[in-house]
C-alpha cells in the first residue's frame, strides 16, 4: 500500500490542446492505511494526477491525462516536464488546497486539498471550495458561498451565500458555431461571462456556458436542479425554479419567479415573461407574453392542453373500445 503525498504543482501551455492545464505531483510513500493505487510504482516514484483520477505509464516514466477546464479540448495524454512557474502556486493554510500568488483570498476561507484557485481570483470571506474544484484566472466568489467537488468555475462571478453543488461546470465555451464558404463549421467566439447572483443553489452536474455577445446572467434567489443545460447568453432573472434535465438554448430571456418542471425545452431566442409555470416535459418555441401556467409540445395555455389531451384520449377510447 502506498501513501500519496503533494508535492508541487504546475500550469502551463500545451502544444496540441492550446489552452491552460493544471497538474499535481504527487510522491509515493508507505502507508498502513487502504491506499492501493493498482500500480507497480516503487517508494519515492513521482505520480501525477488530475482531479484525483490516477493515470500511471511505468515505473520510470509517468505521464498526465490533460484536461483544460477552460476549454472544449478532449480528454489527452502527455509527458510531464517541469517548469518555473510551479512556484507561483502555495499551499494554503486553511484546508490544504493550492493557490496561485496573484489571487485574492480572504483568510476565513475554507480551500481543501486537491482545489485550486488560479491567478487573478477573488475568494471572500467564509467561503468553502471542496476538493478537486478548480477556480479559473479571475473568478470572483463573494462571501458564504458554497462550491461543492469537482466543480469547473471559469469565466464568472458567483454572489453571495451561493451553493455550487458537486460537478458544476459554469463559464465554459458555448455551443456557438457557423458555416462558413466551404461549407465548414467554424466556431464563434466566446468571449463574455457568467453572472450569477445572490442565493443562487445550482444542483449537481449542472452547465452553465459563458456568453458570446452578453453575458449569461442567473438572478438572485433562482433555484436550479441536477443535470441542467443552460446555454450561452441566456438571462434568467429572479427566483426562478427549474427541475431537473431542464435545457434552456441560447439566447434565451427568462422573467422573475419562472418555474419549470423536470425536462422543460426552452428554443433559442425565445422570451418568456415572468410569473410563468411549464408544466414538465413542455416544449417552449414561441415568445409566451402572458403569465399563466402553461404546457405541451409546442408550448399552449395549460387548459387548452389538458383539453386537447382529453380529447385525444377520448377519441382512442372510441376507436379501441
Known amino acids: 500500500m502506498w501513501r500519496g503525498v503533494l508535492k508541487k504543482t504546475k500550469v502551463g501551455r500545451s502544444p496540441d490542446l492550446g489552452s491552460d492545464y493544471f497538474w499535481s505531483c504527487v510522491q509515493l510513500e508507505p502507508s498502513a492505511d487502504d491506499y492501493d493505487y493498482g500500480c507497480n510504482c516503487k517508494e519515492g516514484t513521482c505520480l501525477c494526477f488530475f482531479l484525483f483520477s490516477p493515470f500511471f505509464q511505468s515505473q520510470s516514466k509517468c505521464k498526465l491525462a490533460l484536461y483544460s477546464p477552460f476549454s472544449s479540448s478532449s480528454l489527452r495524454i502527455f509527458s510531464l516536464e517541469d517548469g518555473s512557474v510551479a512556484d507561483k502556486f502555495h499551499k494554503w493554510h486553511n484546508g490544504g488546497g493550492t493557490l496561485h500568488e496573484s489571487a485574492s483570498i480572504d483568510s476565513t476561507a475554507l480551500v481543501e486539498v486537491g482545489a485550486v484557485v488560479h491567478s487573478e481570483s477573488i475568494v471572500g470571506p467564509n467561503v468553502r471550495i471542496g476538493s478537486g474544484t478548480i477556480v479559473g484566472p479571475s473568478v470572483t466568489i463573494a462571501h458564504s458561498t458554497n462550491i461543492g467537488y469537482n466543480v469547473a468555475l471559469s ?3 458567483i454572489g453571495d451565500s451561493c451553493v455550487i453543488h458537486n460537478g458544476v461546470c459554469i463559464g465554459q465555451d458555448g455551443f456557438g458555431f457557423y458555416v462558413d464558404g466551404d461549407g465548414n463549421m467554424i466556431k464563434k467566439p466566446q468571449m463574455l461571462n457568467v453572472i450569477i447572483g445572490n442565493n443562487v443553489e445550482i444542483g ?3 452547465c452553465i456556458d459563458r456568453g458570446s455577445w452578453r453575458d449569461t446572467v442567473i438572478g438572485d434567489n433562482s433555484k436550479i436542479d441536477n443535470l441542467v443545460q443552460i446555454g450561452h447568453n441566456v438571462v434568467i432573472g429572479k427566483n ?13 430571456t427568462i422573467g422573475d419567479y419562472v418555474t419549470m418542471g423536470g425536462r422543460v425545452a426552452i428554443r433559442d431566442h425565445v422570451s418568456i415573461i415572468s410569473k410563468v409555470r411549464l ?6 418555441t414561441k415568445d409566451i407574453k402572458e403569465p399563466g ?3 405541451g409540445f409546442p408550448a399552449i395555455s395549460i387548459h387548452q392542453w389538458r383539453r386537447q389531451v382529453a380529447s385525444r384520449c377520448q377519441a382512442l377510447v372510441r376507436r379501441d373500445p
Open 155 to 157: 469565466n464568472c462571478c
Open 279 to 284: 408544466a414538465a416535459a413542455s416544449c417552449v
Open 293 to 295: 401556467d402553461y404546457g
Open 204 to 206: 449537481a452536474n449542472t
Open 240 to 252: 426562478c425554479l427549474l427541475c431537473g434535465q431542464v435545457g434552456i438554448a441560447g439566447s434565451a
